[in-house]
């Protein structure tokens, strides 16, 4: 019973049937001929049958039009999504490199001697002097 909730075992023997039974008439009209009574209608469906045969050889070889056109989708939203993603990443870096920036320039302000204190500048580098004596 596992073999018919099978999707695709399923229409690799139903594309393998309708393969056989095109075959099956081809070597049939190969040997015998058709009464001009049922020559229209036959025609009609022989190129059905045969108009089927694309979709047969595509699941054949693996290939469902419909979930090629499905993955074709997916690829190009998941572009989309990449694209964006590499716009939200330039935009952290650029805000990361002017973070940088500021810490650079509020700590060159502060000199070589980073002490949080009420001190104004005139103060530190007095500091700074008496400190190296």
């Given at each position: 019973?596992?073999?018919?909730?099978?999707?695709?075992?399923?229409?690799?023997?139903?594309?393998?049937?309708?393969?056989?039974?095109?075959?099956?008439?081809?070597?049939?009209?190969?040997?015998?001929?058709?009464?001009?009574?049922?020559?229209?209608?036959?025609?009609?469906?022989?190129?059905?049958?045969?108009?089927?045969?694309?979709?047969?050889?595509?699941?054949?070889?693996?290939?469902?039009?419909?979930?090629?056109?499905?993955?074709?989708?997916?690829?190009?939203?998941?572009?989309?999504?990449?694209?964006?993603?590499?716009?939200?990443?330039?935009?952290?870096?650029?805000?990361?490199i002017n973070l940088q920036q500021m810490?650079?320039?509020?700590?060159?302000?502060?000199?070589?001697?980073?002490?949080?204190?009420?001190?104004?500048?005139?103060?530190?580098?007095?500091?700074?002097?008496?400190?190296?004596?």
């Open positions: 019973m596992s073999m018919f909730k099978d999707k695709e075992l399923r229409g690799y023997i139903g594309s393998a049937i309708v393969f056989v039974l095109i075959m099956g008439l081809l070597l049939f009209l190969a040997f015998f001929e058709i009464p001009d009574a049922n020559n229209d209608i036959f025609k009609v469906i022989v190129g059905m049958l045969v108009g089927s045969l694309s979709v047969v050889i595509y699941t054949f070889i693996g290939k469902n039009p419909e979930e090629v056109s499905k993955l074709e989708s997916r690829v190009s939203s998941l572009s989309a999504e990449n694209t964006h993603l590499i716009k939200q990443k330039d935009e952290l870096e650029s805000m990361h810490i650079v320039e509020k700590l060159s302000i502060a000199g070589s001697v980073f002490e949080i204190n009420d001190m104004k500048i005139n103060e530190v580098s007095e500091y700074n002097k008496n400190k190296r004596k």
